[in-house]
């Protein structure tokens, strides 16, 4: 009821108010609000994946850094529309610092990590992902150590969460190691890695199948089809809007990869794609270990060094601004006088003998 002396504006603002947080029955109802952070190889797909989530016809651009958008959607008619928080890391992974500004204690209990593997460059594609499970996981558990000290419940919320990926009763509920926030794989360019030799394709496919199980993570293989960009979006639509989760598998190597958290299983998978002789000589102390080693022995990897992104954005011409431009380029001035001059100073400097 309007109160005496509200302006049409603020009866504006509680009716809104009431049809965000009510139901049609009039009891209240909870707006869904999580975050995704999209990361992986770069020019993998991220931006298309993200736009094809919310929908978007544009034309996507390089991610050169962090960038943020978000979505709303509504779970039934008349009802309060959840809010999605999508972020992106660009630049593959020359910029793992970065991961912390979005994973926060604050929304740690809503968050989950999309990591896009362009499938097309096997040779990048363990140490891509290696280097940004293993920033992002180190993160996640500063931030559950620190939760553990001041709100030890919430802590343990979030670790139960991830175990309950795999039910207890399930064979390798033992063997795995669930990453500590939901996790989903996608592998990029699956239109390039079709043409690829069919025994390359199968150990891509079957590592990609363990690391993903091993984490407790979904995996999807996709490309610029839309029937493969629906698979990933139902994926992603689960993490960010609530989604009921698909339960349709495809684990045959010779078509796209579709297998959602906790429904494979290390029989079905088998062995590292080796010879019993050769596994029985690598030196491993965990099972991803070996995996690694026998993956690379057929992609050996490529430098780190080689993975970073050497362009700098700031001579990008598609950001260009002048003014900017300008300060930039009296400042670049302004610095190497200042190098020039300090090289001077410390040639003319006399020290004393010891």
């Not at 033992?174 to 043409?195: A, C, N, R, T």
Request: proline fraction near 6%; include cysteine; charge should be neutral.
């Amino acid at each position: 009821m309007p109160k005496a002396g509200d302006t049409l504006w603020d009866i504006a603002r509680d009716e809104v108010e009431k049809r965000e947080n009510n139901g049609d029955d009039g009891k209240r109802v909870e707006v869904w609000e999580k975050s995704v952070l999209f990361m992986g190889s770069k020019n993998g797909g991220k931006t298309t994946i993200i736009l094809r989530c919310l929908e978007r016809e544009e034309v996507p651009k390089p991610t050169l850094v962090l960038e943020y958008t978000f979505g709303r959607r509504a779970r039934r008619h008349n009802a309060p529309k959840d809010i999605a928080h999508f972020w992106e890391i660009g630049g593959g992974t020359s910029l793992l610092e970065l991961i912390r500004i979005p994973i926060t204690v604050n929304n740690i209990r809503s968050f989950a990590v999309v990591l896009v593997l362009d499938l097309s460059k096997p040779n990048e594609l363990w140490m891509t992902m290696e280097n940004l499970l293993q920033a992002t996981r180190n993160h996640v558990n500063k931030i559950l150590a620190k939760l553990e000290k001041t709100d030890p419940e919430v802590a343990g919320e979030i670790k139960q969460k991830m175990q309950n990926n795999l039910q207890r009763d399930h064979p390798d509920y033992d063997l795995v190691d669930p990453f500590p926030i939901p996790l989903v794989i996608i592998g990029s360019k699956y239109d390039i890695f079709h043409e690829f030799d069919s025994e390359m394709r199968k150990i891509i496919s079957r590592t990609l199948r363990f690391v993903s199980h091993y984490y407790g993570a979904s995996l999807v293989f996709t490309s610029k089809s839309e029937a493969l960009l629906l698979k990933a979006r139902a994926l992603i639509n689960h993490l960010a809007f609530g989604y009921d989760r698909s339960k349709s598998v495809s684990v045959d190597h010779s078509k796209p990869l579709f297998i959602p958290a906790g429904l494979d299983s290390l029989s079905q998978i088998g062995p590292p794609p080796t010879s019993d002789s050769n596994i029985g000589k690598m030196r491993a102390n965990t099972p991803l270990e070996l995996w690694k080693k026998v993956f690379e022995k057929t992609f050996p990897p490529r430098s780190f060094s080689d993975l970073q992104d050497s362009k700098d954005p700031a001579q990008d011409s598609q950001y260009a601004e002048y003014e900017v431009d300008v300060m930039r380029a009296q400042k670049n001035q302004e610095f190497e006088q200042y190098k020039k001059n300090a090289s001077k100073s410390w040639k003319e400097m006399d020290f004393d003998p010891d």
